[in-house]
């Protein structure tokens, strides 16, 4: 995909609908705001000019931005035990890739046999190529977050002994605060056979990367992450390919939708596209992504739950299984991030990742039938106003 070319997010108006009027809905506005300030980048990239005719990029502004990811991946590796270990007394929501990890894997090993993430697709990340070497955007703490759980399941795929090690995700603790002082890690190290740590951990576990605005400069970046960048618009329309793994018969494979902050649409056609009882209900598809249960607390019209033929996701509500990415942890030994030497701090994490979850489904009661498939949803000029 080029950039100013039609293979992008569609955006119709948006009829009105009813939503509840009480005050609590004040404080879930948040995600509202967010997303109408993501229409709203939309819009401005739609009638700006592409980025290449403003400037070119050098191979300064590239490295740079390379080491930032690095650097911002090393912090988010050891982001969850740096903030509980020493500092000032705060309230925060709490972010730990190893909980994040297991999460997932749990939600992977719900059906009848293990399974292996062995692919990552990963939606509307947005521009990650205005963060500063001093100050993280959400767009690149969303992809350093995703490079570092590539790497986590990569080693789970490459361990014989077929679980994840804790100890060795823990290990970079001690070193991390070092890293992020000096600038300096091993993501452009090159072994013996000529492969860089991106590219054997892509192998088994790929990154499928789609942002509907991306630029050259990101995408140079991510070529450099081995990460496999989408040219069309599938419009969340992936359906994902079962895979066992080799050395064993009761290892099969799970696909993570990685889809912070993204429209409802979206997660329906990726539900729609996948739509079998034995692929939804056994883990094979995991999303990260935004809670199906506050969909459901926040729009009371019934013409939108239930007028919606193409709607995948009101009906898998019974089914759904949701952990919270972020959760709440006081203590009185909390520090911020000036005082452990590391950019990253709780704010930026929430920025990241509020209202977020790891969602999966299961069937607890085998009296439920498993409901029939949607239609398709097919973009037009009297749709909801979903972006896709």
């Not at 903030?83 to 992977?108: K, M, P, R, W, Y």
Request: aromatic content about 8%; hydrophobic content about 30%.
């Amino acid at each position: 995909m080029t950039e100013g070319s039609p293979e992008e997010w569609i955006f119709v108006p948006p009829k009105k609908f009813a939503t509840r009027n009480r005050k609590d809905n004040r404080r879930t506005s948040k995600r509202d705001d967010r997303q109408l300030e993501k229409v709203k980048q939309f819009h401005k990239t739609l009638n700006s000019k592409p980025d290449d005719s403003v400037h070119k990029n050098t191979h300064a502004d590239k490295q740079l931005l390379i080491a930032t990811i690095e650097k911002c991946v090393n912090e988010i590796k050891c982001f969850g035990r740096l903030h509980v270990e020493g500092g000032q007394q705060t309230n925060h929501h709490l972010f730990d890739l190893q909980t994040l990890v297991n999460s997932i894997q749990d939600a992977a090993n719900r059906g009848k046999c293990e399974r292996d993430v062995n692919e990552i697709i990963c939606y509307g990340i947005g521009n990650f190529e205005g963060a500063r070497d001093d100050r993280y955007n959400a767009p690149l703490i969303q992809l350093a977050c995703v490079l570092a759980l590539r790497d986590a399941f990569a080693r789970r795929v490459i361990d014989s002994r077929g679980h994840i090690n804790s100890n060795e995700l823990n290990s970079i603790i001690t070193t991390c605060q070092n890293e992020s002082e000096s600038n300096q890690n091993d993501q452009d190290e090159v072994t013996e056979d000529g492969s860089s740590p991106s590219q054997r951990q892509q192998e088994p576990v790929s990154i499928v990367y789609y942002e509907p605005f991306i630029k050259t400069i990101e995408r140079e970046i991510l070529a450099h992450f081995h990460v496999k960048v989408l040219d069309s618009n599938e419009q969340g329309k992936r359906r994902i390919k079962r895979n066992t793994r080799e050395d064993s018969s009761n290892f099969e494979s799970s696909t993570l939708f990685y889809m912070p902050h993204c429209p409802m649409r979206l997660y329906s056609n990726v539900l729609w596209a996948n739509w079998r009882e034995d692929l939804i209900l056994n883990g094979s598809i995991i999303i990260f992504g935004n809670s199906f249960r506050a969909y459901d607390e926040r729009i009371i019209s019934s013409e939108k739950k239930e007028g919606d033929r193409t709607n995948a996701i009101f009906s898998l509500l019974p089914f759904s299984c949701e952990v919270e990415i972020l959760t709440k942890y006081s203590h009185r030994n909390r520090s911020s991030s000036s005082s452990i030497g590391t950019l990253l701090c709780g704010q930026d994490i929430e920025m990241a990742f509020n209202d977020c979850v790891i969602l999966s489904f299961h069937k607890d009661d085998e009296a439920i039938p498993f409901p029939s498939q949607p239609e398709e949803y097919i973009v037009s000029k009297d749709s909801d106003g979903e972006l896709v």
